[in-house]
C-alpha cells in the first residue's frame, strides 16, 4: 500500500507540514492498483419493485449574509469541529463561502488574491477542501495543481500531467451540477477529464472519461468510464454527453450518462464492468441530434427530451436517488417556449444492489435537482421559494416505506 498523501509529499519535497492528509471512509487496497479498460462485460437486468418513496418531511432555511450565493454549482460537503459545513464555490467574489448547515456558527468566507500566483479563475473547475492548511484548486488548462490555506495564501503548487493510454493529454473539468464529481480517495484522485478535441467528432466519445491520477508521482495509473453506443453514432448530445461520477461504500464506481437508462459499474482492481440495465426506463433513452444540427436545434432537444440526472448516494439508508427529466412538448399553449423544468421530473430510488425500489414525482419549478445533497436528516434540494434575499433554503426529503 502506498504510504499516506501527508507522509509522501513530505518525502518528496522535505516538507514538514505538506497540504494533504487524505482521508477515505471507503478505501480498499484494490483501489490504488493500476487498472485498464474492462475488457469483460457482465449484463444484469433490473426489474422495478416500487415499494418507497420519498415525503416533503419540511424546509431548511439557512440565513445567508450579502457575500453569500443563494445557490451553488460547485460545492462539497464537510464535518469540522463536530458541526456541517456547505463549501460553496462564490464565483461573484473568487470565493469558498463556509455555510454552517447547523448552530449559530457565522458563515466564512475564505477569498483569493486578486492576481499573482495565488488567483484563481472565477471558472474554476475543482476546489477540494483537506483541512484548513489543504485547499486544492485545479483549473483544467492549467500544468499544476495549487495548495492553499485556510487564509487564502498559497501554500505550494504541484505539477499535473495527465494523459489517456494513447498519449493523448487530458483535461480536469468537473460538472458538479450535472453529478460529475472528482472523487478522492486515500492513495489516488478519480479525475473527471476531456481530450483537446471537438465534442462533435466521433473520436471524442472513443476515450474513457475518467484518470486515476496519482498526485505523489503526478502519474495516470489507470482509466475507467467508456462510452456507450448510442454516444458513438451518428447522433450528438451536447452538454448531454457529460457523465456522473458516484463512488459507493466501496471501490466500486458508478458511472451513468444523461442519455441512457443504464448504469456501469467500475471497480478498481477488477478487469471488468456491470452493465446494469432498466427495461422498465427505456422511455427516458434518448436519440440525441444530428451531428450537424445547429445550436438551437439542440436547445430545443434539450427541453423536450428525456434525459437522466445525477445519481446520488446515501450512506444513512444505503440507497440511490437518480433524478430523471421526462419529455414534454416544446411550448406551452400561448406559443412561450417551456423550461426544461417545467416537465415532469422523477426522483428514481435504487437499492445498494442497484434494483429499483420505488420513485417520487419531483416539483422541479420549485426544487431545483441541480442542487441537492445527503444528510443524516435526508436530501436536500434546493428550493426555488425563498421569502427573504438572506435565505438559501432546501425541501428536506425523508425515504418512507409504502
Known sequence: MRPSMKAA????????????TLVCFFFLIGCSQHIERPSIVIE????????NTLTLSGSKIILID???????DYFQLIEEEDNSYLIGMNRQSVSLDFIPLGGNQPIRHLAFDDDGPGAISPDLDIFHYFGEDSI???????NRLKVFNSDGELVNSYPKKIRDSKGMEMYTVAYSYLGQWPVFLD????????PDLDVKSKGYYDRNKFMVFDPVNNEVLGEFGQYPGIYKGDNYFDILR????????????????PADPSIYEYQLDQDSVIWHQYPTWNN????????????QQFVNHYLTSAWFQQLTYDPFHHVYYRFAKEKQELRKANGEKKTAFEADWMVFILSEALDPIGFYSLDAVRFNPMFSFVTQEGLYIYDNQRANDDQMVFGVFELEDN
Open 66 to 72: 450579502s457575500l453569500t450565493l443563494p445557490f451553488y
Open 187 to 194: 492513495s489516488v484522485w478519480i479525475l473527471p477529464v476531456y
Open 44 to 51: 444484469i437486468n433490473h426489474k422495478a419493485l416500487n415499494q
Open 284 to 295: 427516458f433513452q434518448n436519440e440525441g441530434v444530428k451531428r450537424d444540427s445547429d445550436f
Open 9 to 20: 509529499f513530505a518525502n518528496l519535497y522535505y516538507m514538514k507540514n505538506i497540504w494533504l
Open 242 to 257: 457529460e457523465p456522473s461520477l458516484t463512488h459507493n461504500s466501496d471501490c466500486s464506481f458508478l458511472v451513468t450518462f
Open 136 to 142: 486544492v484548486t485545479i483549473q483544467d488548462r492549467d
